[in-house]
């Protein structure tokens, strides 16, 4: 039976406390929803910020909503470097001792004093998806994905949850190194 996963390509965005969305967009704001993401409930939000690292800045940063329980910015390597934000690889939520970064919205900046990752690569299994293929939470997965530039992606963290929807993410840098495109597909070989 073939474990195929559609791959959802994830840009640079960020997550952010009710807190903060209020401290850079006004007290009471409310994210607005700009379109649907794979995951159900999540959304890209209209709204975004400017982050700047000792390096340089990147303006425009998209917020994915809802609210989060912790502001969390998600870049790739080259955005680390361009930066200057010595960013580790770790699974979402997971931002202890992680450094921090500026932020600035329209009506306000704030100084995230942790929270900035390079997103460890993973797939979103609903748990029937999971129990089909006989996948447990955080089993790493070894992950081919085809074409001109085919790879195979090892240590990939399976996230399983009644409330996700099968997908797996990369981000822009192992997606141009292999030529995936979100809505291309992948299979678990291992």
């Keep these: ?3 195929t996963v559609p791959v959802g390509v994830s840009a640079r965005h960020i997550h952010l406390t009710q807190e903060h969305i209020e401290a850079l967009f006004g007290e009471g704001y409310q994210l607005t929803e700009f379109k ?3 995951q159900p409930g999540q959304f890209a939000a ?10 340089g800045q990147f303006d425009k940063v998209r917020i994915l909503g809802p609210a989060r329980k912790a502001s969390q910015l998600e870049i790739s390597r080259t955005d680390s470097f361009a930066i200057g934000v010595k960013a580790p690889v770790r699974e979402s939520g997971n931002i202890e001792g992680t ?16 929270g900035v990752i390079v997103a460890a690569r993973h797939i979103h ?16 997965l070894k992950v081919r994905v085809g074409g001109e530039r085919g790879v195979v992606f090892e240590n990939v963290i399976a996230r399983v949850s009644d409330s996700f929807a099968l997908d797996m993410h990369i981000d822009t840098d192992e997606a141009n190194a292999s ?12």
């Design 1 to 3: 039976m073939s474990k």
């Design 36 to 38: 649907p993401l794979s």
């Design 46 to 55: 209209n709204e975004t910020v400017a982050v700047i690292g000792s390096k």
């Design 99 to 114: 450094p921090g970064i500026k932020v600035t919205g329209p009506k306000g900046e704030i100084e995230l004093e942790q």
């Design 125 to 140: 299994f609903h748990t029937s998806d999971a129990e089909k293929w006989g996948i447990a939470d955080q089993q790493k």
């Design 179 to 190: 030529g995936v495109k979100t809505g291309d597909t992948a299979e678990i070989i291992d």
